[in-house]
């Protein structure tokens, strides 16, 4: 059981990791619509709202 | 006032009584988080030199304010909000756009956090709960401990501070808002668990919450999340009408060329070219060509309308096939479109009177709430020490009343925007109280339950061919602008007529390519002996043929009225016209009370004695001309279309003149009353029950945030039945 001394925060250390990964994502205007992503492909370069 | 700085107002602001006058301007606010805060702003802003009035509107985030440009400078005001701390945006579509995807951004990630943190603590305090008594090793306790308190710092630092904020202003302003005995509760319940944590034999006792206090916050912010949507979404809706202007246009010069302009270039009496797919720059009349237009934006109807020479069209609506050529006549503001737009705005932005009472029996009964946990905390000090905190922790948090303060305007906001995708706009909130007691509707007949053109009935002819008269009248009717002719032309080509002259009052005469004088028009000015059924007549000489021309119900007249007696609701006719027709009318469409050759002062009397003998009056009406009568009835409907729509006093207009919408609102009206009684109802009967059991101590801090989460949710989602 001591590799739980270990595990736990390296758990703790990855869940705010995690956390940080989805802020880059909301912030980066992701989730703003369902949509968007799917259709960046099709928009061009200055389109790309 | 310079007039830079009216054309920089110009998009948000109204001016009711004259450009020198008080000016009215709509913003939308960022950072408000309940009715609280509403108050704070109105005060802040009355303080400025120049205002006369402020009003915000809790549940849409928007600002109505009455002042005088010239006293005050729009920075002035913007600072002034800032220093409040709040921010405003003028409600022009862009920047109030841009700062509502901002809000719903941090919204999610604030929620994101939150919620996925509340799981990860979850999970550390599993163990403690589960495992038998010596299973868990004190050291490994103690480091799961320590993990659920790393995880909650980002919560409390910053997925919890819209709570201390609020709470912050709420205290500096004087008032008490829902977030003060949430900040309260949530600093008190994570300040015990952390010096249980750093020393377990402390007088804080041993207990951590840790996993209480993410999962309360996550909830309420969950519960906000839905009531930022329901926000949005009216938001989304306005703008939608206002958005829906064509980038350009196409402007007809007087040589036939064209050329491509801005819809804000357009003046009164352009002609502009509108192509399949595009949409209409500016409101105006049908020159030329014939086609399908999609009016939904404004009407909620999405049925195709055809459109011909002579008919209205609308800006923003959009042409589905065949290029039309419009003359305009009115541009910008004076649209239809931006005329219902202002009427939303307002509409979203005012503040019903019963939310005054709510909000000042919340603030009351937070105080209560405040005073109550503090003397619950005490008294639990004195019986067992080691729960006073938890206790009192859960009194403030069971008893946060944020129920009781979204459940009016919740359902307030989802009723008005339901109303308006079935073409009903109120302008006033209020109405929906009012529509509920309604026993009696009393409609117009002319431009109500009719339809202002008429049609031609009926036609015959002595001694001649009558369809072959008709067709040679109706090229003749198309080239006169009067109603009459424009009803009977119905979009005919215009024939081969020299030497037409237009009689005032009496009708259109002209020479045919052989030179015979042919006259159209009332029928003692076409025939010395004239037919006394006939509305119209056209003819030379002997041969005359006779035209019956009525008014045509509304497609949807009979329907709405059989829904309205459904609903048990008395029907009346109130009119001013001719019996004859009246009685016609009211025999299509089996309305059974009907009065005809009514003045104004006579219909003002018929109401106010259906009202002394305890009946509550709708009147639906034009707007225009029975402005007396719609003032005494209990709840007023307008028809509207056009420039008039701003103008008119209605409670409520029918933009779309589908009658059918009528039944429908007044269902809505008595649905929205039942939802705010079960609201209403729900938070009062969810605190009787859970503040005596927190008292007790029954109720741990984990489970009164679960119920109080879910009070919250209950009445935004119990509001958002009324959207179907």
């Not at chain 2, 700085?5 to 709509?26: E, I, K, M, N």
């Not at chain 2, 009349?285 to 055809?306: D, F, I, K």
């Amino acid at each position: 059981m001591d590799i739980l001394y270990l595990l736990i925060p390296f758990s703790v250390v990855l869940v705010l990791l995690i956390v940080a990964v989805f802020g880059w994502a909301v912030n980066d205007g992701q989730l703003d619509g369902f949509e968007n992503e799917a259709e960046r492909i099709l928009l061009d370069e200055d389109q790309a709202a | 006032m310079a007039e830079a700085d009216a054309r920089l107002l110009a998009p948000f602001t109204t001016w009711p009584d004259g450009p020198a006058g008080v000016a009215a301007s709509q913003f939308q606010v960022a950072g408000m988080h309940c009715a609280a805060c509403s108050g704070i702003i109105e005060a802040a802003l009355l303080k400025l030199p120049g205002v006369e009035g402020a009003s915000v509107n809790p549940a849409s985030a928007r600002l109505a304010l009455r002042w005088w440009p010239s006293r005050t400078a729009l920075a002035d005001v913007l600072t002034a909000l800032q220093s409040a701390g709040y921010k405003a945006t003028p409600d022009v579509a862009a920047p109030a756009r841009e700062l509502r995807r901002v809000e719903r951004r941090q919204a999610l990630w604030r929620l994101f956090v939150a919620g996925f943190l509340m799981m990860q603590v979850m999970m550390l305090a599993t163990p403690a709960y589960v495992a038998e008594a010596g299973e868990l090793s004190p050291d490994l306790d103690r480091l799961l401990r320590w993990g659920s308190w790393v995880l909650t710092l980002p919560v409390m630092a910053f997925a919890a501070g819209p709570f201390f904020s609020g709470a912050w202003r709420q205290l500096r302003a004087g008032r008490l808002g829902m977030d003060v005995p949430v900040a309260v509760g949530i600093a008190v319940t994570f300040a015990a668990s952390t010096g249980a944590l750093f020393d377990p034999t402390g007088p804080l006792g041993g207990d951590v919450y840790f996993d209480s206090l993410t999962m309360f916050i996550a909830l309420l912010l969950l519960a906000r999340w839905f009531e930022l949507g329901a926000r949005h979404r009216a938001a989304d809706a306005l703008e939608a009408v206002a958005g829906a202007l064509p980038a350009t246009a196409e402007r007809l010069r007087d040589d036939g060329t064209s050329e491509r302009v801005a819809p804000e270039a357009l003046r009164a009496g352009d002609r502009i070219r509108v192509a399949a797919g595009e949409a209409f720059a500016a409101d105006g009349r049908v020159l030329a060509g014939q086609g399908w237009v999609n009016e939904a934006l404004l009407t909620g109807e999405s049925a195709p309308v055809a459109k011909a020479a002579g008919d209205a069209v609308v800006a923003g609506s959009l042409n589905l096939d065949g290029p039309l050529v419009v003359d305009v006549q009115r541009v910008g503001a004076d649209t239809t479109a931006q005329g219902i737009v202002r009427l939303m705005q307002q509409a979203q932005s005012q503040r019903p009177l019963a939310s005054g009472i709510v909000d000042r029996v919340a603030a009351g009964f937070t105080a209560a709430v405040l005073l109550l946990a503090l003397a619950a905390g005490v008294g639990w000090w004195w019986i067992e020490p080691a729960r006073a905190v938890a206790v009192a922790v859960a009194v403030l948090i069971v008893t946060c009343p944020c129920a009781l303060t979204l459940a009016a305007p919740a359902a307030w906001l989802t009723a008005s925007g339901a109303l308006a995708r079935r073409g009903l706009l109120l302008t006033d909130l209020s109405a929906l109280e009012r529509l509920c007691a309604v026993d009696t509707v009393v409609f117009d007949k002319t431009g109500t339950l009719s339809e202002e053109r008429l049609q031609l009935r009926r036609h015959w002819a002595q001694g001649a061919d009558a369809d072959a008269l008709l067709a040679v009248a109706r090229s003749l009717a198309a080239l006169s602008r009067h109603p009459h002719a424009r009803a009977l032309a119905e979009g005919a080509e215009a024939g081969c007529w020299t030497d037409v002259r237009e009689v005032a009052g009496r009708g259109i005469q002209a020479r045919d390519a052989t030179g015979t004088p042919w006259r159209l028009g009332a029928p003692a000015w076409v025939s010395d002996r004239p037919d006394p059924a006939a509305r119209l007549a056209f003819g030379c000489g002997a041969c005359v043929l006779w035209l019956d021309l009525a008014e045509a119900p509304r497609a949807d007249a009979a329907e709405a009225v059989a829904a309205l007696r459904l609903q048990g609701r008395r029907v009346r006719l109130l009119s001013g016209d001719q019996p004859a027709a009246v009685a016609q009318m009211a025999a299509r469409l089996d309305i059974a009370h009907w009065r005809a050759g009514a003045t104004p002062a006579s219909k003002l009397a018929a109401v106010r004695g259906w009202q002394a003998e305890g009946e509550r009056v709708l009147m639906v009406g034009d707007g225009i001309n029975d402005a007396p009568v719609l003032a005494a009835a209990d709840v007023r409907i307008a028809m509207g279309q056009g420039a008039m729509l701003a103008r008119s006093a209605a409670d409520a207009l029918l933009v779309s003149n589908r009658l059918l919408a009528l039944p429908q609102a007044l269902a809505l009206a008595t649905k929205t009353r039942r939802v705010l009684r079960q609201n209403l109802a729900w938070a009062a009967l969810y605190n009787a029950a859970c503040v005596p059991l927190a008292l007790a101590g029954w109720l741990p801090p984990l489970a009164a945030g679960i119920g109080m989460a879910a009070s919250s949710l209950f009445v935004v989602l119990n509001a958002q039945r009324l959207n179907r």
